[in-house]
């Protein structure tokens, strides 16, 4: 979650699928991240015996069988700035998560990590659509990814679904676009089915 990341900097941003060596790293990285929306909500979320917040598809990331879910780590210089959870749902890319650490916000690094996201999954030739939720109460977030050129496709009563085109950049509403395109053929209920349930 970036809420604001107006003002861009000269910085090199690298996103690398994470090892497993950085599994404590990402855990710990996880639990501010869930902590924090549920703060957003108003929530206390609940804590396991060492002190994380659950999240039943995390090992799951790591795991040879599962090869549809990629562990991505937000770099800047040698320093680890967030994550992004990439998830492959069979017809289309959908971020299931995304963090940068609040001492590195405002400074463009979401952004950068985002243009990154979206030429691995052009590169991968595989999906038109690459997929962002956000919760209702999530302003910022919801501002941020529309900031990236995703447009907001369908609400629930709990998240907000937005998508990107990977082929035609998100740049034109989604009635105006060719009917190849991602937004225009994939329905809401598809994307909404897909969304990753933390608990």
Same mark, same amino acid.
């Given at each position: 979650?970036?809420?604001?990341?107006?003002?861009?900097?000269?910085?090199?941003?690298?996103?690398?699928p994470a090892?497993?060596?950085?599994?404590?790293?990402?855990?710990?990285?996880?639990?501010?991240?869930?902590?924090?929306?549920?703060?957003?909500?108003?929530?206390?979320?609940?804590?396991?015996?060492?002190?994380?917040?659950?999240?039943?598809?995390f090992?799951?990331?790591?795991?040879?069988?599962?090869?549809?879910?990629i562990?991505?780590?937000?770099?800047?210089?040698?320093?680890?700035?967030?994550?992004?959870?990439?998830?492959?749902?069979?017809?289309?890319?959908?971020?299931?998560?995304?963090?940068v650490?609040?001492?590195?916000?405002?400074?463009?690094?979401?952004?950068r990590?985002?243009?990154?996201?979206?030429?691995?999954?052009?590169? /991968?030739?595989?999906?038109?659509?690459?997929?962002?939720?956000?919760l209702?109460?999530?302003?910022?977030?919801?501002?941020?990814?529309?900031?990236?050129?995703?447009?907001?496709?369908?609400?629930?009563?709990?998240?907000?679904?937005?998508?990107?085109?990977?082929?035609?950049?998100? /740049?034109?509403?989604?009635?105006?676009?060719?009917?190849?395109?991602?937004?225009?053929?994939? /329905?809401?209920?598809?994307?909404?089915q897909?969304?990753?349930?933390p608990?």
């Amino acid at each position: 979650m970036e809420p604001d990341d107006r003002h861009e900097e000269k910085i090199e941003v690298r996103l690398e699928p994470a090892p497993a060596s950085l599994k404590p790293i990402f855990r710990t990285l996880l639990t501010q991240y869930l902590a924090e929306l549920a703060s957003i909500q108003g929530q206390t979320p609940p804590r396991d015996e060492r002190g994380q917040v659950p999240y039943r598809w995390f090992e799951v990331y790591w795991q040879d069988f599962e090869p549809e879910r990629i562990p991505f780590g937000l770099w800047l210089a040698e320093d680890l700035a967030g994550f992004c959870l990439l998830r492959d749902t069979g017809d289309h890319w959908q971020v299931a998560e995304f963090f940068v650490l609040p001492a590195y916000r405002h400074r463009g690094i979401g952004a950068r990590a985002v243009a990154l996201l979206k030429e691995f999954c052009r590169r /991968s030739r595989k999906y038109n659509i690459l997929e962002a939720n956000t919760l209702l109460a999530n302003n910022g977030a919801l501002a941020f990814w529309h900031s990236q050129g995703f447009v907001t496709v369908s609400e629930s009563p709990e998240r907000m679904i937005n998508v990107f085109c990977l082929n035609c950049g998100g /740049s034109q509403p989604a009635s105006a676009r060719p009917s190849r395109c991602g937004p225009r053929r994939l /329905s809401a209920a598809a994307l909404d089915q897909s969304a990753e349930d933390p608990a």
